[in-house]
């Protein structure tokens, strides 16, 4: 019996521990497939890593434009993308599969230092390699390209493969070369232009300077930057150019001057600056853009030109006062003959030929010395409203009878009212003068039906254009039936020194200034001129047209001052040392009925005034000796016992600078020889009545 308890015991124990080996080996054989169940998930999960990868890789390759290279260093295989067709010009299996492919397309000349570069980074334990190199495409052509390679190493630091991209430069290059050709035509063609060119920021920071300054001034650009480039300037310069130049960019003013830069020798030279902005898409500056131009030339000329003018007005103004100065007693002469009269028809004829002749070449004398200073702008016109119809009457009849005794008839048309227009007197009929003489010159007394010019003076056409506030104009036609003119005449008259053919003879004279001096004349008082022929031998019209002034009222109010004709014990003293125009002035004085003293030097009349008082001195500006004209005048003004004396310059300089002289002198009134014989007279009466006025004795 214990023995079979015995036996069931221990099968009992056997078969624990059987159960317990069976479920160890149960445990190990399910963690053994659990690892293998991990690792095949890991190994699953390794290989769709890597699909990925390749499929990113692959779409990297599509989506690129560049070409994509992978070499693999292991297996020594190279795999292109597509991109190549479109870049190299042909396909991936044209390269081949290994490097040599690449490196046979590489240029001869970079091709050892690709292949040195790519060794380096690789055995160097470099990560990446950057060349740029020309390769050779399908078509045989070289095009620059630059590659980049990124090198893979294992964890032991063994490369296994390289991948790049290779960029083609070909545009690039194209436009880095454009660039560059651009900036050398600009370069060039700043060299060319005939300035100095520079270039500053909006605020006018100064910050280029093209190589003429730099040469012209021998300061490097970098120490004219900013405001610097204003110590190469004149010191006289600087304040005023500076101040336009800040002006210029706050929007004030342009920028337009002309200024000294110093040269690199240390003188200076006029240059023209003109700077303006360069404005971008919005509007706003962007940069200031300037040029400089050498005008130091211009200058010098423009100054030989002002000094020749000078010196030529010299010589006008001493040839008019050498030429009028023999005229004086000449027509002097003449007034007395025609004081005194003469029985003879032969002596009356002789008298008028001279006057006639004296008063032609007085006016040349005029004509050549006002068409001077309307050319310079000298002419300054006395303007006051006056009565345009009296004025063409007036004139007209003056000229009436030199017309007649040539054998041309003279009409005039005028309204009965009067047409007002703010001028000068004097020089409105000058100009009508002017248009008569040249009427009468070139008409014929044996024309057709006899010569004939005619005059007509009326208000604008209805629908004239308001010309200073008044609405219409004045027009002044002068018309004659003589030889007329050519259409290339017609297109000159007007210019100085203009003339009609007239042949060797030159039978009809002048200077060819009458017609130039209208022009002048009537723009200055804000009028026109022009004139009209149907050709040669048909005559011609002349119009001026004038802007009409506001009407006035006319004055009846001025009477009769009751000057007493009487000119008995009316003391002149003639101071003047051409004798032959201090006698015959004498004698014309004493016949007219004056007191008359004649003093030949400046010092002799002084003395004469101071011992007995004249009225009225009549007084030579270029005396000899040490004692001019001006001298004496202020000399007379000095002295208390001839306060009241009326003092008239007598002279041959008749320029506005010697009217300025005389009256700043003290003369009161200012002759021009050969004076007129109603100007002198006038000027005398003019005299007396101011004498009287101021209650002083006619006589002593």
């Known amino acids: 019996m214990r023995s079979t308890r015995v036996d069931g015991a221990g099968c009992r124990r056997a078969e624990g521990a059987a159960a317990a080996g069976q479920a160890e080996v149960a445990l190990r054989e399910s963690e053994a497939r659990d690892r293998a169940a991990s690792a095949e998930a890991a190994r699953l999960e390794a290989e769709a890593a890597v699909r990925r990868s390749e499929e990113q890789y692959r779409l990297v390759n599509r989506a690129t434009n560049d070409v994509i290279w992978d070499w693999d260093l292991e297996t020594n295989r190279v795999y292109w993308n597509g991109a190549v067709v479109q870049h190299f010009g042909c396909t991936p299996e044209e390269l081949g599969d290994g490097p040599e492919g690449w490196y046979d397309r590489i240029h001869p000349e970079d091709r050892a230092r690709v292949s040195e570069g790519i060794r380096a980074a690789i055995e160097g334990n470099g990560e990446s390699w950057t060349d740029e190199y020309r390769f050779r495409k399908g078509d045989g052509s070289y095009a620059p390209f630059l590659d980049r390679g990124y090198i893979g190493r294992s964890a032991s630091g063994v490369p296994t493969r390289m991948i790049g991209s290779m960029l083609d430069l070909t545009e690039r290059h194209r436009a880095e070369a454009a660039l560059r050709e651009s900036e050398l035509f600009h370069r060039q063609t700043l060299e060319s232009i005939p300035g100095m060119v520079w270039a500053t920021r909006p605020d006018g920071y100064c910050e280029f300077f093209s190589e003429q300054w730099v040469e012209f001034t021998g300061v490097p650009a970098e120490r004219q930057f900013g405001d610097r480039w204003l110590e190469v300037l004149h010191p006289d310069d600087r304040e005023r150019v500076f101040a336009a130049w800040r002006a210029a960019v706050g929007g004030l003013a342009p920028y337009d001057l002309e200024y000294r830069i110093r040269w690199r020798d240390g003188g200076y030279q006029w240059f023209k600056v003109r700077g303006r902005p360069i404005r971008g898409a919005s509007g706003r500056i962007v940069r200031w853009f300037g040029i400089a131009i050498n005008i130091h030339d211009l200058k010098l000329a423009e100054q030989a030109l002002r000094d020749a003018d000078r010196r030529k007005d010299e010589f006008l103004a001493m040839l008019a006062h050498e030429l009028r100065n023999p005229l004086a007693p000449v027509r002097t002469a003449v007034a007395m003959l025609r004081r005194v009269g003469a029985a003879d028809p032969v002596q009356r004829r002789a008298r008028d030929v001279i006057d006639r002749q004296v008063t032609h070449m007085v006016r040349l004398i005029d004509d050549l010395l006002d068409i001077s200073r309307i050319a310079r702008g000298r002419i300054q016109l006395r303007k006051a409203r006056c009565d345009l119809v009296s004025i063409v ?48 010159k070139f008409t014929d007394a044996g024309a057709r039906g006899g010569g004939r010019v005619g005059v007509r003076v009326e208000a604008g056409p209805p629908g004239s254009g308001r010309e200073g506030g008044v609405s219409g104009q004045a027009v002044i036609t002068v018309e004659d039936n003589g030889v007329g003119m050519d259409p290339g005449l017609l297109s000159r008259i007007f ?34 001129v022009a004139a009209h022929s149907e050709g040669p031998g048909r005559g011609s019209v002349f119009t001026l047209r004038l802007p009409l002034a506001a009407p006035v009222a006319r004055d009846l109010s001025a009477a009769s001052d009751g000057e007493d004709a009487s000119r008995q014990g009316v003391r002149v003293l003639v101071i003047e040392d051409n004798h032959d125009a201090a006698e015959s002035l004498e004698m014309l004085l004493t016949l007219s009925g004056y007191d008359v003293e004649t003093a030949f030097d400046g010092p002799t009349g002084l003395t004469a005034a101071r011992t007995r008082p004249p009225d009225v001195v009549l007084c030579d500006l270029g005396l000899p000796g040490g004692m001019d004209g001006y001298d004496v005048a202020r000399a007379i003004r000095a002295e208390p016992s001839l306060a009241s004396t009326r003092l008239v310059a007598l002279s041959g300089y008749g320029q506005d600078e010697d009217r300025r002289r005389s009256r700043e002198a003290g003369f009161d009134r200012h002759l021009v020889k050969p004076a007129e014989d109603t100007a002198l007279m006038e000027a005398l009466s003019a005299g007396r009545r101011e004498l009287r006025s101021t209650a002083s004795p006619l006589s002593r």
């Not at 009436?400 to 041309?408: F, I, K, P």
């Open 393 to 440: 009457r007036q004139t007209a009849e003056d000229y009436r009878a030199n017309l007649e005794a040539d054998g041309v008839a003279l009409r005039v048309s005028a309204p009965d009212e009067p047409l007002w227009v703010e001028g000068d007197d004097t020089r409105l009929a000058q100009m009508l003068g002017n248009l008569l003489q040249n009427a009468g």
């Open 495 to 528: 210019d100085p020194f203009s003339q009609a053919d007239q042949g060797l003879a030159r039978s009809k004279g002048g200077l060819g200034l009458g017609l130039a001096l209208v022009k002048g004349l009537v723009e200055l008082h804000g009028g026109t």
